[in-house]
């Protein structure tokens, strides 16, 4: 599974990484328990550092067509 979202941290949280487990249950994807980020840039908001991250989570495997 593969996502880009924003975070204050140049790590996602462990809230995210759980909703994006839920999601891929949800569409019969089971994965392998590993997460990969990359930071692909980072830039200072008013409110801080602001960090746009790549989240990769590899398939274990696929129960059901998406």
Not at 5 to 27: A, D
Request: proline share 5%; glycine share 8%; net charge negative.
């Amino acid at each position: 599974m593969y996502t880009v979202l924003e975070s204050g941290t140049p790590l996602p949280s462990f809230e995210m990484i759980q909703r994006m487990v839920q999601w891929g249950h949800k569409h019969g994807i089971e994965t392998e328990g590993l997460v990969y980020a990359n930071d692909m840039t980072s830039f200072f908001a008013e409110e801080g550092a602001v960090y746009c991250l790549e989240v990769y989570m590899p398939a274990r495997r696929i129960l059901s067509q998406i």
